[in-house]
């Protein structure tokens, strides 16, 4: 029974798409590379007869579920040893002068990561920006023609700049160098007159050169100032300058310029343009630059025969030897330098002005901006390893991606702090430890992490070589699994490469002797079925024959067992409270229960969550519903009119059919049941008997019990008052009279007015005839 379960929960397993059965791993080491999510079960009796060695490799708590004991389950997990962890360094007015290699800025210092396949380890980095941290700054200055007037204005920059750096450092050194260009054609003319002095006119120049090393760092300005002001300018024939050679010198001869570990700042003042790769070509140079120092006399030496350095070589380099550049250009080549800062980390930009009277001021600000940001950068990762970065900056202000590698805005005294994950995706094809550098750019200080990984398990050590249990030694005993040799194969190694096609290892494959091999799902190798893989990763062959699958079983509503259970060897196995072969009967009666409380409403069964009813005049999904029956109240009121007040039109056979409940009397309607006090159905009714009376009761099943609450007495309509009614009948009569005679009063009003009217109308017309008839007289007189 215990080997059928675990076969189900492999196969609900792969059903589920678990990336650890998909991988087919056949070693412990395969398994736990595959994801952080896998185990693997060293238990030697763990796997049942069909199943494939690739089995024991799963999720770990799909292990749990087929029954691994705990102990057996090798999941080995990563882990992160701080080996080298000083405190960064917190000045107070009790702490003296430190020297540079005593300040920490970055903790913590070394690492060691043991690092699983697909599990990341993170660590904390945090980054404090010192006080009072030393500076060495090198002024490196184009001494072409052009710059005549800017050197007046650096003769003095020594001893004024010391003094200004005061404010931020009590270690301050500084050196000068010059550069103007290849002494080539066609950068310089190389006739003799011109080799001695490649300025025209009256002016005095010294000869060209690429790059000279005029004072080594040091901390005494007024050295710088002595040195410089001896220094001449020079000239040469094109626009762009040679800077780059001299700031790739400046960057790899640490010992001639005397760089320490220190913040390096690195001035390349110039009004004009540069050089890069490619450019040399011109004076048929055609070697790259080799990136090394060549520095004779503190004069470069190999200009005529290395090409310009890239830019990327030139970051590269910078960056190694933790380099900051501060540009100081004039406004017209402000915009390509700007493009030119975008190329390099931890450089800057400023407006120099036409005779660098303000290189002080200008050097300051870039310092400022420099410091203030911190960015992380790490050395070249092994492959399949990934890092990624999280800052928390000044005020709690959080970033990812590209911004979480930096923190802007950080003042001396400032504390932020770096979350840093490392994962490796596979295991190196060495057994070696890795290591990676992580380090601010511009600061010397750097933390060492160390790349360990788990690339087997604990119980591989403990491997028994030519096991007898792999079929005469023919593999090793490792994890509970037999790991074949070379040319053998077989979960128990019991196979040459060369037998695996035999007719004897074929009728291993045949279920029930039949004619198919592998049930026509897989593949006969070395007597044992391997089941062929599906598209659908999801769907899966399975058995010994390979005669099992999880995607051949009885659907309900389009869905594979209905929804409610998984597909085990073409059976729905049925969720709890299911059945069914598709799993589509539901044993719930919750349903099934009617307002009343009972299954069906008493009238039906509950056949898989639906009620089937027994009584045909009763319809519905709780067969409450009848069409054809009257109400309730209607259905009892015989019955209890008969048994409250002894009448109506059972009262003769009451007892024979009227006693299948039980009757309660109250004294008034208010003493009656009511809904909101029942935790079962209550039905109110009001009936009327053949006196017009009205009764009142309650019905209501509790318990099996129908039980019947009425109002012991009748409510009975009380009969008319006669007075009232003849009186209102009589006075009607009297208003109505009354009413009719001044209606016919008022019309015999308006009739009489009227015929006066007409009266009147019909005098006044005789009287007008009369005159006339006068008038019509005299005339006729008058004429005789």
Same mark, same amino acid.
């Given at each position: 029974?215990?080997?059928?379960?675990?076969?189900?929960?492999?196969?609900?397993?792969?059903?589920?798409?678990?990336?650890?059965?998909?991988?087919?791993?056949?070693?412990?080491?395969?398994?736990? *590379?595959?994801?952080?999510?896998?185990?693997?079960?060293?238990?030697?009796?763990?796997?049942?007869?069909?199943?494939?060695?690739?089995?024991?490799?799963?999720?770990?708590?799909?292990?749990?579920?087929?029954?691994?004991?705990?102990?057996?389950?090798?999941?080995?997990?990563?882990?992160?040893?701080?080996?080298?962890?000083?405190?960064?360094?917190?000045?107070?007015?009790?702490?003296?002068?430190?020297?540079?290699?005593?300040?920490?800025?970055?903790q913590p210092q070394k690492v060691t990561l043991t690092?699983?396949?697909?599990?990341?380890?993170?660590?904390d980095l945090k980054f404090r920006r010192a006080e009072?941290?030393?500076?060495?700054?090198?002024?490196?200055?184009?001494?072409?023609?052009?710059?005549?007037?800017?050197?007046?204005?650096?003769?003095?920059?020594?001893?004024?700049?010391?003094?200004?750096?005061?404010?931020?450092?009590?270690?301050?050194?500084?050196?000068?160098?010059?550069?103007? @260009?290849?002494?080539?054609?066609?950068?310089?003319?190389?006739?003799?007159?011109?080799?001695?002095?490649?300025?025209?006119?009256?002016?005095?120049?010294?000869?060209?050169?690429?790059?000279?090393?005029?004072?080594?760092?040091?901390?005494?300005?007024?050295?710088?100032?002595?040195?410089?002001?001896?220094?001449?300018?020079?000239?040469?024939?094109?626009?762009?300058?040679?800077?780059?050679?001299?700031?790739?010198?400046?960057?790899?001869?640490?010992?001639?310029?005397?760089?320490?570990?220190?913040?390096?700042?690195?001035?390349?003042?110039?009004?004009?343009?540069?050089?890069?790769?490619?450019?040399?070509?011109?004076?048929?140079?055609?070697?790259?630059?080799?990136?090394?120092?060549?520095?004779?006399?503190?004069?470069?030496?190999?200009?005529?025969?290395?090409?310009?350095?890239?830019?990327?070589?030139?970051? *590269?380099?910078?960056?190694?030897?933790?380099?900051?550049?501060?540009?100081?250009?004039?406004? @017209?080549?402000?915009?390509?330098?700007? @493009?030119?800062?975008?190329?390099?980390?931890?450089?800057?930009?400023?407006?120099?002005?036409?005779?660098?009277?303000?290189?002080?001021?200008?050097?300051?600000?870039?310092?400022?901006?420099?410091?203030?940001?911190?960015?992380?950068?790490?050395?070249?990762?092994?492959?399949?390893?990934?890092?990624?970065?999280?800052?928390?900056?000044?005020?709690?202000?959080?970033?990812?991606?590209?911004?979480?590698?930096?923190?802007?805005?950080?003042?001396?005294?400032?504390?932020?702090?770096?979350?840093?994950?490392?994962?490796?995706?596979?295991?190196?094809?060495?057994?070696?430890?890795?290591?990676?550098?992580?380090?601010?750019?511009?600061?010397?200080?750097?933390?060492?992490?160390?790349?360990?990984?788990?690339?087997?398990?604990?119980?591989?050590?403990?491997?028994?070589?030519?096991?007898?249990?792999?079929?005469?030694?023919?593999?090793?005993?490792?994890?509970?699994?037999?790991?074949?040799?070379?040319?053998?194969?077989?979960?128990?190694?019991?196979?040459?490469?060369?037998?695996?096609?035999?007719?004897?290892?074929?009728?291993?494959?045949?279920?029930?002797?039949?004619?198919?091999?592998?049930?026509?799902?897989?593949?006969?190798?070395?007597?044992?079925?391997?089941?062929?893989?599906?598209?659908?990763?999801?769907?899966?062959?399975?058995?010994?024959?390979?005669?099992?699958?999880?995607?051949?079983?009885?659907?309900?509503?389009?869905?594979?067992?209905?929804?409610?259970?998984?597909?085990?060897?073409?059976?729905?196995?049925?969720?709890?409270?299911?059945?069914?072969?598709?799993?589509?009967?539901?044993?719930?009666?919750?349903?099934?229960?009617?307002?009343?409380?009972?299954?069906?409403?008493?009238?039906?069964?509950?056949?898989?969550?639906?009620?089937?009813?027994?009584?045909?005049?009763?319809?519905?999904?709780?067969?409450?519903?009848?069409?054809?029956?009257?109400?309730?109240?209607? @259905?009892?009121?015989?019955?209890? *009119?008969?048994?409250?007040?002894?009448?109506?039109?059972?009262?003769?056979?009451?007892?024979?059919?009227?006693?299948?409940?039980?009757?309660?009397?109250?004294?008034?309607?208010?003493?009656?049941? *009511?809904?909101?006090?029942?935790?079962?159905?209550?039905?109110?009714?009001?009936?009327?008997?053949?006196?017009?009376?009205?009764?009142?009761?309650?019905?209501?099943?509790?318990?099996?019990?129908?039980?019947?609450?009425?109002?012991?007495?009748?409510?009975?309509?009380?009969?008319?008052?006669?007075?009232?009614?003849?009186?209102?009948?009589?006075?009607?009569?009297?208003?109505?009279?009354?009413?009719?005679?001044?209606?016919?009063?008022?019309?015999?009003?308006?009739?009489?007015?009227?015929?006066?009217?007409?009266?009147?109308?019909?005098?006044?017309?005789?009287?007008?005839?009369?005159?006339?008839?006068?008038?019509?007289?005299?005339?006729?007189?008058?004429?005789?």
């Open positions: 029974m215990e080997k059928l379960s675990a076969k189900k929960e492999l196969v609900l397993s792969l059903a589920e798409g678990s990336i650890c059965i998909k991988a087919n791993a056949q070693s412990c080491g395969e398994c736990i *590379q595959v994801s952080e999510t896998c185990g693997w079960c060293s238990d030697e009796k763990f796997l049942t007869v069909g199943q494939p060695k690739s089995a024991r490799c799963d999720d770990v708590e799909s292990l749990r579920k087929r029954k691994c004991d705990e102990k057996n389950i090798e999941n080995p997990r990563g882990n992160i040893d701080i080996n080298t962890n000083k405190p960064v360094t917190i000045r107070n007015s009790n702490t003296g002068k430190l020297k540079p290699e005593q300040i920490t800025q970055i690092l699983r396949s697909g599990e990341a380890q993170t660590f009072d941290y030393p500076i060495d700054l090198y002024y490196l200055m184009d001494l072409s023609f052009s710059m005549k007037d800017d050197l007046e204005n650096v003769k003095n920059l020594g001893t004024d700049l010391m003094r200004e750096m005061q404010a931020i450092t009590s270690d301050f050194r500084i050196g000068f160098g010059s550069f103007v @260009e290849k002494t080539v054609m066609p950068y310089i003319s190389t006739t003799p007159a011109r080799l001695i002095n490649p300025c025209t006119g009256n002016q005095n120049c010294t000869s060209p050169f690429s790059y000279k090393n005029v004072l080594k760092l040091t901390n005494k300005g007024d050295e710088f100032n002595r040195l410089v002001s001896q220094q001449q300018i020079s000239g040469n024939l094109d626009s762009p300058e040679g800077g780059f050679d001299a700031i790739m010198q400046v960057a790899v001869c640490e010992e001639q310029i005397g760089w320490r570990n220190v913040t390096r700042l690195l001035v390349f003042s110039t009004d004009a343009g540069f050089h890069f790769a490619g450019d040399g070509k011109l004076g048929g140079i055609v070697l790259p630059n080799d990136g090394k120092c060549h520095l004779e006399n503190n004069m470069y030496t190999m200009s005529h025969y290395y090409d310009y350095p890239s830019i990327a070589h030139l970051v *590269q380099k910078l960056s190694d030897h933790n380099i900051q550049t501060i540009f100081a250009v004039t406004e @017209e080549f402000q915009p390509v330098y700007k @493009e030119l800062k975008n190329l390099i980390p931890k450089s800057a930009v400023g407006t120099l002005s036409s005779n660098s009277s303000n290189v002080i001021k200008l050097i300051i600000d870039a310092y400022n901006s420099l410091s203030s940001e911190v960015i992380l950068e790490n050395g070249r990762l092994p492959e399949g390893v990934s890092i990624t970065y999280k800052s928390i900056c000044k005020n709690g202000v959080e970033g990812t991606g590209e911004n979480g590698r930096k923190c802007s805005n950080i003042s001396l005294g400032d504390e932020v702090t770096f979350k840093i994950s490392v994962e490796a995706q596979k295991c190196p094809s060495h057994d070696k430890p890795e290591v990676i550098t992580i380090k601010p750019l511009g600061f010397t200080e750097e933390v060492e992490v160390v790349l360990k990984f788990i690339c087997d398990c604990e119980c591989a050590a403990f491997g028994e070589k030519n096991s007898k249990d792999c079929t005469n030694g023919h593999g090793t005993l490792e994890c509970g699994a037999c790991k074949c040799n070379e040319g053998r194969i077989g979960g128990q190694c019991e196979c040459s490469k060369d037998e695996v096609r035999t007719e004897d290892l074929d009728a291993n494959c045949r279920k029930d002797n039949g004619t198919d091999i592998c049930s026509n799902n897989g593949d006969c190798v070395c007597g044992t079925c391997e089941c062929k893989k599906r598209e659908n990763p999801a769907e899966v062959y399975s058995g010994q024959y390979c005669e099992c699958d999880n995607f051949n079983c009885d659907r309900s509503n389009n869905k594979l067992c209905g929804g409610h259970g998984q597909c085990v060897c073409r059976k729905c196995v049925c969720d709890a409270n299911y059945t069914g072969s598709a799993c589509d009967c539901s044993m719930d009666s919750s349903t099934c229960l009617a307002k009343n409380g009972q299954i069906c409403n008493g009238r039906g069964i509950c056949d898989c969550g639906i009620c089937k009813c027994t009584n045909p005049k009763f319809q519905g999904p709780t067969c409450e519903i009848c069409p054809t029956c009257p109400g309730v109240c209607t @259905e009892h009121k015989d019955c209890v *009119q008969c048994r409250a007040f002894k009448e109506g039109e059972k009262k003769d056979t009451c007892e024979q059919d009227c006693s299948y409940f039980d009757l309660i009397k109250v004294n008034d309607r208010d003493k009656l049941p *009511q809904p909101t006090d029942q935790s079962f159905p209550l039905t109110h009714c009001k009936e009327r008997d053949a006196n017009d009376c009205w009764f009142y009761y309650t019905y209501a099943i509790r318990n099996g019990t129908k039980e019947v609450y009425v109002v012991e007495s009748l409510e009975c309509p009380a009969g008319p008052d006669i007075i009232p009614i003849v009186a209102g009948v009589v006075a009607g009569i009297v208003l109505i009279g009354l009413a009719l005679l001044l209606i016919w009063k008022l019309l015999m009003i308006i009739h009489d007015r009227r015929e006066f009217a007409k009266f009147e109308k019909e005098k006044m017309n005789a009287k007008w005839d009369t005159i006339i008839n006068n008038d019509s007289r005299y005339i006729d007189l008058s004429g005789q």
